[in-house]
DNA sequence: CTGGGGAGGGGGCCC
DNA sequence: CGGGCCCCCTCCCCA
C-alpha cells in the first residue's frame, strides 16, 4: 500500500538521519520510539497538515517520525505534537531537536523484548480505584499510577517474552530477566511514577555507568559512602550488549529531575560503612506498604521490620539501612547514603552523622520523625522547603539573603544549592550546634560563620514555627490541612503517633511513612478532606471515595479518615500494576518523599532481581533529563542541567504554585521567560516544550494539580475549560456529538472519539448509509436534543460537530485496518519516552560489580513467593545506603500485593487494587502506628 | 468476560 | 497570543 511505501521511505529517512546523528558523536541518542511508532500509522492515513513526508520536504525531516517539512517552523512545530502528545510524563527532551533524533527500533522490533516492571506492588483498590483517582485531592491528581507488575513473566523465559506482552506488561520478573537478557534483547520498563518509561540504549546506559562512575558523580557517592571510589567498576556495570535498548522505568523527582532508578547495590563494604555493617539482612527492614504510613509512624527499621508483615501492604519490603556508627554530633567523615540517595548531588559527610543520629531515633529536625526515616524526613523537609511556601520558608530560609546580608557573592546558584545540600545536612545532624561545630560548618562551606549561624537560626525558626501549625516539622506540607484523625485512626496498630507524625508525611511524606524504611510508598488514598483542602478542589466524588475509604480502612483496618490527614503527601498508589505517586498540592510533581518512594520501588524491583540475583546488584541510575538548581532540588541532589541553554531551574514553579496559589501572572511571566530560542516554551517540570505560552500554562496545571475550571453545578473542578464544557453536558444532558453512521449521540467528544475510532467501522449504520456524509447523522440522530451545540436546526447542529468528524471517520476506517497490527506496539510504545543518556546520572553505584537487573524471573518469583525469607536473603546482600524496597515478597502470603505480582497481568489491576487498598490502609497505619 | 459508552484528561489546531 | 473547539487516549463502569 501507499502506506506502506511511505513507511519504507520514512524508515530510510530515519536511518540516515539516525545515522547522521549517531556520527556526531556527543550527541546523544535518544529512541523515541513511541513516536515513530505512534506516528506511523497515523502518517500513513493522510498528510500532515504541515506538510507531507514527500520527497522534497526531506529538507527538514522530523527525527522523531521521520516526516519531511519544507519548512523548518513547519518541523518546529510538528516535533509540541511529539513532544507534548503524551501525559507528562517528563522524559522527552526538551528541545527535540538534536538530541531527540535518534529512534531506534521499537524495543518491540528488538529481538526480544523483555519486560521489565518493578515488581507490581499491589495496592490498587478495586471498586475504589476509579473513585480514588477521581477523588484523589488535587494535589494527589497529578500522581500517576505506576503498574508494578511482579511477574507476569516469571513463567516466561527471560530472553523471549513475546514481544507484544513483555513491552506491555512487564514485571518484576522480567526485571530479573533483563538481568540475564541476552544480547539484543529489549528490555522495557512500565513507568514508575510520573515518568514513562525511558528507552535506554545499553550501550548508551554503559557509557554513561562508565562515566559516572569515573566521574565526579561517582566519586562523591562513593567516595561519601565508603569514601573510596570503587577502581575498575566500569565495563563492569553493564555487560549487555551495546545494541540492546533497556527501557528503565523513570520519574520526576520533585525536583523535576527525571530519574530512572535500577537497583543498585552497595557492596557489602560499603554498605558497612555507611549503615551498620555487620547486620545487612538486620538492616534490610521490610516494611510493608501498610507500613509506610507515617514516617512518624515508623519506628526504627528493624522495629518495622517486625511489623512489617503487615498483612495488607506486605507488598514492599523496605530496605533501609540504618546509620550507625557516628554520633550526632560528630559530623561523620562518611556521607549518608541516604542522603546521597535522595541527594545526589552533594552531600556530605555531615549527612552520615545526621542519620547517625538519626539512626539514634530521633530525627534532628523533628521530634516525630522516626528513626528510621531521617533521610526520608530530610528529604521531605527540604520538600517542604521547595514544596510549599510557607514551610519552605520556615525550612529554607532564604539562604541568598543571607549570603548577600553577609556580602558574600557567589556566582552561581548551584553551588547556593550545593552548599545548602550541605548547610541540611549538618543542620539535619545538628539542629543547634554549638559554636565550634558551626565554625566547622562554616569552614566546611567556606562561607562566613555569621551565615551559617543566622541560616540555622533561621531553619530553627522554621522548624518551630512549622511544629507550631503542625507537630511535625514537616508540616509546612501537611500542615495545610489539620490532620485531625488521621493519626491514631488509621493504624491503631502501631504507633500512635499524633497526627503531627502523620502531618509530616503528609507533605512529604506519607509515602515515606510508608515505607518507614525511608521508602513512602504510600498510597494516596483519596481523601475527600485533603482534596478539599489542599487543592480546594473537592470533587463531588465523596460518595465514592467515601465507599473507598470504608473499603480500604475495612482491608486495612484503617480509618478512612486517615487519608485525609495526608492530603498533602505525596504518596504513591500501587494500583495494580500501577503506582500513583500523588503530588503534593504544591504541585510539584514528585515531592521529596516520592524520591524516597522511588527509591523504594527501584528497590522493588530490584527486589524481584535482587530475590532472583541475591539481591546483589542494583544500580541506582537516577536520570536527570534536567534538573532543577533550586535550593530544593539542590537538596534532593540534582543539578541543574541546561538544557538546549535553557536553564530549567529557574523556571521550576516548585514554590509549590498550588500552595501559593500558582500565580497565574506569575506564571505567565515565567512562561514567556521561558520562551527558548527556538520559540518553544519548555516546561520546567518536565521536558515537555509547547509552542505558546498558554500552552505550557495549561500545561502547567498537570503537574500542579490546579483546576481552575470548576463546575457550579457540583463543584467538580477541571484543568482545562473544555473539560469542564464536557462536563457540563453531564448536567445539561446535552448529546452534541452524534455517530452519522449509527446514530449515537455523545456528551462527551471522548467517548464520541473513541466510537468513530473503533466503533465506527462497524457500528450499525441504520438508515443512512452515508458513510460519512453530513447528512448521514441525520437519520439516526435524534435530532438535535436541546442542547445540540451546532445550534442549527437538529441536522445543524449536528452537522456542525459531524464537520470534525468526517476525517476521523475516514481514518478511522482506514487505521483500524492499519492500526489493529500496530497498535500494540503502539501503545507499548506510547510510554515511552526517550531519553538523552547524558542526563543519565549515577547516584550510587555497588562497589562491586554493578549489573542491571541479575536473575531470573523464575527465581524472582520464587523469591517472592517465598517471601520475606528470600526476600530478606536478598537483602543481605543489598546493604543499600538508602533504602531499598522489595516488593512482591509479602504477596504470597497475602500481605504483599506484589506477590501477586505472580499474576500481575492477569490479574493486573484488580489484584493490584485490592493489594492496593489493603496497602495504603496498612501504610497509614504505620504512619499512625 | 467482553464490548461499548461515560467521563477525565492532555494537547493541538483554528479563529 | 489567547480562547474555544475538537481530537484522542485512557480508565472505569455497566450491560
Known sequence: MSEEEEEEEEEEVKDALVEEILQQGDTAIIYPEAPEDEQSPAETGGADENGTPDSFSQLHTCPYCSRGYKRNASLKEHINSHIS???????????????????????????????????????????????????????????????????????????????????????????????????????????????????????????????????????????????????????????????????????????????????YSISPAAAATATATGQPTPLLVKSQLAAAATPAASATSQTQAERAPTPEVADLTLVKKEPQCEPLGAPAAAPNEEEE?????????????????????????????????????????????????????????????????????????SPVDDLLSLLRTYFASNANPGEAELARIAQSVSIPVEVVRKWFAKMNCGKRAGERNKEAPLAAV????????????????????????????????????????????????????????????????????????????????????????????????????????????????????????LVAIAGHQGGAAVGCLGAKRTILIPQLTYTYAAPAAAAAGAKTVVLNGHKVQDSRPESSPDAGGGGGPEEQSDAKKRRLENGVYPCDLCSKVFQKGSSLLRHKYEHTGKRPHECSICNKAFKHKHHLIEHSRLHSGEKPYQCDKCGKRFSHSGSYSQHMNHRYSYCKKDGAGGGGGGGAPGTRRPMAEPGSPGGGGGGGPQSDSRTTTPPSQMDSDERESEEEEEEEEEEEEEDKEAMCMDDIRVVQVDDGECEIYEGNFEEEEEEEEGGETEGQGGQQEFACDVVEVELGEGPAGGEAPDAGAPDCEAAGPDNGEEAGNADVPAKEAAANG
Not at 189 to 218: F, R
Not at 364 to 380: G, I, K, R, S, V
Not at 509 to 520: D, N
Request: charged share 15%; proline share 10%.
Open 478 to 597: 501537611g500542615s495545610k490541612r489539620p490532620a485531625p484523625e488521621d493519626a491514631s485512626s488509621q493504624n491503631g496498630e502501631e504507633e500512635a503517633e499524633p497526627a503531627a507524625s502523620s502531618g509530616a508525611p503528609s507533605d512529604c511524606g506519607s509515602p515515606p511513612g510508608a515505607l518507614t524504611g525511608g521508602l513512602v510508598i504510600v498510597k494516596s488514598e483519596p481523601e475527600d478532606g485533603e482534596g478539599g483542602d489542599s487543592q480546594a478542589e473537592p470533587l463531588d466524588l465523596s460518595l465514592p471515595k467515601q465507599a473507598m475509604a470504608a473499603k480500604a480502612a475495612c482491608k486495612a483496618g484503617a480509618p478512612a479518615g486517615k487519608q485525609q490527614e495526608q492530603p498533602l503527601n505525596l504518596s504513591c498508589q500501587l494500583k495494580g500494576r500501577t503506582i500513583y505517586v500523588a503530588a503534593p498540592p504544591a504541585g510539584i510533581v514528585a515531592t521529596a518523599a516520592q524520591l524516597p518512594a
Open 85 to 263: 502528545s503524551k501525559k507528562c510524563v517528563g522524559a522527552a527532551p526538551a528541545n527535540g531537536v538534536t538530541r531527540l533524533v535518534i529512534k531506534s527500533p521499537s524495543p518491540s522490533a528488538q529481538s526480544r523484548p523483555v519486560a521489565i516492571a518493578p515488581a507490581r506492588v499491589l495496592i490498587k483498590e478495586k471498586a475504589e480505584s476509579k473513585p480514588l483517582q477521581e477523588q484523589l485531592p488535587v494535589t494527589q491528581i497529578k500522581s500517576e499510577p505506576v503498574e508494578y507488575e511482579c511477574k507476569p513473566l516469571t513463567a516466561a523465559p527471560p530472553a523471549t517474552p513475546p514481544a507484544g506482552h513483555a513491552v506491555a506488561q512487564p514485571t518484576a520478573a522480567a526485571v530479573g530477566a533483563a538481568a540475564n537478557l541476552p544480547q539484543g534483547v529489549a528490555m522495557v520498563v512500565p513507568t514508575v511514577g510520573l515518568v514513562s518509561p525511558v528507552s535506554i540504549n545499553l550501550s548508551d546506559l554503559q557509557s554513561v555507568l562508565k562515566v559516572a562512575m569515573d566521574g565526579n558523580v561517582l566519586r562523591q557517592v562513593l567516595g561519601s559512602a565508603n569514601g573510596v571510589v570503587a577502581p575498575g567498576k566500569q565495563g563492569i556495570v553493564v555487560q549487555q550488549p551495546q545494541q540492546q535498548i533497556i527501557s528503565l522505568p523513570a520519574f520526576v523527582d520533585h525536583d523535576g529531575t527525571t530519574k530512572i532508578i535500577i537497583n
Open 341 to 413: 540517595m535522595a541527594a545526589p548531588v552533594d552531600l556530605s559527610e555531615p549527612a552520615a552523622a545526621a542519620r547517625v543520629a538519626g539512626g539514634g531515633g530521633a530525627c534532628l529536625l523533628c521530634d516525630d520523625c522516626p528513626d528510621n526515616l531521617e533521610a526520608l524526613h530530610l528529604l521531605q523537609h527540604r520538600k517542604a522547603a521547595n514544596g510549599e511556601a510557607v514551610d519552605s520558608a520556615a525550612l529554607d530560609p532564604s539562604f541568598a539573603a543571607l549570603l548577600s546580608e553577609a556580602g558574600v557573592t557567589l556566582a552561581e546558584p
